[in-house]
Structure formats: C-alpha cells, structure tokens
C-alpha cells in the first residue's frame, strides 16, 4: 500500500513539475527581475521604497542581491509584491523523477555487479556481457521496486 501510494505520488509530481518544464520560461535578466520589471514600468527606487516602508539603499540592495542569487525567498516575495507581481518558485528536475530514480537504480546495480563479475573472472566463472546486462537490469528492477532511500545511501 505504501509504495503505490509513494509510486502515485511520484507521478503526480512528475505530471505537475512536467508542466514547467514544457513552459520554456525565460532566463532570468541579468540584472534580475526586480529591476528588470521596476525599469520597464518606469518606477522608481524611491517610488518602490516608499511602498515597501525600507530605504532605496535597500531596494538597490535587494535588486544586486537578486542578480547576485543572495536574496532570501521572503526578501524577494516582499519586493515582488511592491512591484504588483507574485513570486512563483519551484524546483524543475531536467528529466522526470522516474527516470532519475531508473537511472540512480541503474547505476547501483551496475556497480553491485562489476564487483559480483570481477570476484566471479577471478574464480574463472566469468559470465558472457549479455547475461550480466540481463542481471544488471533485473537488479535495477528489483532495487526500484524496494526503498527509495535505500538507492541514495553511501556505503
């Protein structure tokens, strides 16, 4: 029950995250996007100080330590608000977190393997390269289907 459940959650998550991805949203200006934005609409330091109750030192401070990535999410979501935005955040995997979990389990395996394969060479039991990809596989399978944790733990 508690692996369907985890296995329905993934994919809700890849489905959801799926969607950024897709979105090909722009980088952001180099100057950040509090700035960007400020500019483009004609406003002022001081204008978008005022708003926010803080010194313009701060709001030029706010702006380079956006271009700087030092601003804290607060700092950020507090400034895009005097500006009339909403800060959106999300962390957007490269690939689905099903392939990332394939790929780690892959990767397990293949090194359980090769020291499996070079203890079993040394006996002279070597096993042909197909039959190795065939149990490297099965194994992945096998460590997908137990604990998730299990595929990021250092031994």
Known sequence: MTSNFAELRLRQLDTMLSRWRAASLPARPAAGWLKAIREA????????????????????????????????????????????????????????????????AIALARQQMAAISHSMALEAQATSPEIVEAQTRAL????????????????
């Not at 406003?43 to 978008?48: D, G, N, V």
């Not at 500006?83 to 957007?92: F, K, M, P, R, T």
């Not at 399978?141 to 137990?146: D, N, P, Q, R, V």
């Open 41 to 104: 609409l004609g406003m002022t330091a001081t204008h978008q100080a005022r708003t926010l109750g803080v010194n313009t030192s701060t709001v030029t401070r706010l702006e380079q330590s956006e271009a700087d990535d030092t601003i804290s999410l607060g700092s950020l979501r507090r400034a895009a608000e005097a500006l009339g935005c909403e800060l959106q955040y999300a962390l957007v995997p490269k690939k689905p977190l099903a392939e990332t979990l394939e790929t780690r």
């Open 140 to 155: 992945a399978e096998s460590l997908l289907k137990g604990s998730r944790r299990a595929l990021w733990r250092e031994d």
